[in-house]
Antibody, heavy 120, light 109 residues
Framework: QLQLQESGPGLVKPSMTLSLTCAVS??????????WGWIRQPPGKGLEWIAS???????YYNASLKSRLTVSVDTSKNQFSLKLSSLTAADTAVYYC????????????WGQGTLVTVSS | EYVLTQSPGTLSLSPGERATLSCRAS???????LAWYQQKPGQAPRLLIY???TRATGIPDRFSGSGSGKDFTLTISRLEPEDFAVYFC??????????FGGGTKVEIK
């Protein structure tokens, strides 16, 4: 059974960089059929797709966040990561990692999410 | 900018009743690339429907999706207690078209 698990700091200071990792178990991140994505949800609000990455390192980003984003994959550890720089309070959200198919970007497996608060 | 508008914002119904949720796109959704998710408090979203009308694995048949073009509907034929939650629609396809609606909350009347 495929499982995804986010990890990272719960509290980050404004202007700093957020680093999150998603560990994948029960399946290989190197599967040719899948991309691996990040989605966030501010408290009490809707969902916002952030970025997606293929095992080869091919990535695509939400244009509104692209300038602050770096997404990477480590196939040896079966995990992928997100870095978001120049944080503000508006980046406070639950961050989810999830899987979608290569051609169809709907998310069929999700991690439980991790709350990140940006505050001094 | 591509926008998905969900209505109503909140739907107050009783168990056993039928729920009809709407998702309207600002531009035509090509190939009916429209998905629906259910989210309960403190949990991640769960995929219900993709391709506008195909139920995901393990989703009960009381959930059905329909629509094309700009207008899509999620119907829950008879609400069970566990169906009271927030529902999101999502347009998918290319990376530039990956967006979510604002959600509809289905609450117990």
């Amino acid at each position: 059974q495929l499982q995804l698990q986010e990890s990272g700091p719960g509290l980050v200071k404004p202007s700093m960089t957020l680093s999150l990792t998603c560990a994948v178990s029960g399946g290989s991140i190197s599967g040719h059929s899948y991309f691996w994505g990040w989605i966030r949800q501010p408290p009490g609000k809707g969902l916002e797709w952030i970025a997606s990455i293929y095992f080869s390192g091919n990535t695509y980003y939400n244009a509104s966040l692209k300038s602050r984003l770096t997404v990477s994959v480590d196939t040896s550890k079966n995990q992928f990561s997100l870095k978001l720089s120049s944080l503000t309070a508006a980046d406070t959200a639950v961050y989810y990692c999830a899987r979608h198919y290569y051609g169809d970007t709907y998310f069929d497996h999700w991690g439980q999410g991790t709350l990140v608060t940006v505050s001094s | 900018e591509y926008v998905l508008t969900q209505s109503p914002g909140t739907l107050s119904l009783s168990p056993g009743e039928r729920a009809t949720l709407s998702c309207r796109a600002s531009q035509i959704v090509s190939n009916s690339y429209l998905a629906w998710y259910q989210q309960k408090p403190g949990q991640a979203p769960r995929l219900l429907i993709y391709g506008a009308s195909t139920r995901a694995t393990g989703i009960p048949d009381r959930f059905s999706g329909s629509g094309s073009g700009k207008d899509f509907t999620l119907t829950i034929s008879r609400l069970e207690p566990e169906d009271f939650a927030v529902y999101f629609c999502q347009r998918y396809g290319s990376s530039s078209s990956l967006s979510f609606g604002g959600g509809t909350k289905v609450e117990i009347k």
